[in-house]
């Protein structure tokens, strides 16, 4: 019985063939880890995703004797990481809320406003229809695991157990957006 003889691939081909392979995926590696360096160190080293969470919300308040219950919407945030957010646009139903100054003495209700407060900050008032803050420093920066409220006025009340969605929108154009009910805290 005669064998005949197969010829494989050429030694010199193999090799040539295996660091084609190598080289490839060195490339691949390459790109993939040049382009994940590249993002962090242009925001600074940190990840660029900014967050934002619901730490409470009181959409039945009506404070001191201003009788405008689910008029007023008071929404305290907790920026938990990993990057700073400066909140620049606030939304409410889809439309575009309208930043105020904080007043400090009894103002009448202006709709579809909102103010960016510190957490300190506490809302009051003395006459129906009117509010006022303790305070009118504004905050619209949140450092990390930074706590601060926004606060969304109604010139008429909206109907009870409805649900609103709110989006609070960064300088950055990150969004946030949350579900409330009128006239429920949580």
Request: proline fraction near 4%; charged fraction near 10%; include cysteine.
């Amino acid at each position: 019985m005669k064998f005949q003889r197969r010829r494989g691939v050429s030694v010199i081909i193999a090799t040539l063939l295996l660091i084609a392979i190598s080289v490839s995926a060195g490339v691949i590696v390459y790109v993939f880890v040049g382009g994940l360096a590249g993002n962090l160190t242009r925001s600074g080293g940190q990840s660029v995703t900014e967050k934002m969470s619901v730490q409470s919300f009181n959409f039945e308040i009506s404070p001191g004797s201003c009788g405008c219950a689910q008029e007023v919407l008071e929404m305290y945030f907790l920026n938990p990481g990993p990057a700073s957010t400066i909140i620049s646009t606030v939304y409410f139903d889809g439309a575009l809320l309208a930043i105020g100054t904080p007043p400090t003495s009894n103002t009448p209700l202006v709709n579809d406003a909102f103010y960016l407060l510190p957490s300190t900050t506490t809302l009051a008032s003395t006459a129906a229809g009117d509010i006022y803050f303790s305070a009118n420093t504004q905050q619209s920066s949140y450092p990390v695991t930074s706590v601060g409220q926004v606060v969304i006025t109604f010139t008429t009340a909206l109907t009870y157990n409805s649900a609103h969605t709110v989006k609070i929108v960064s300088t950055t154009g990150a969004q946030n957006i949350f579900t409330v009910e009128a006239g429920i805290s949580g």
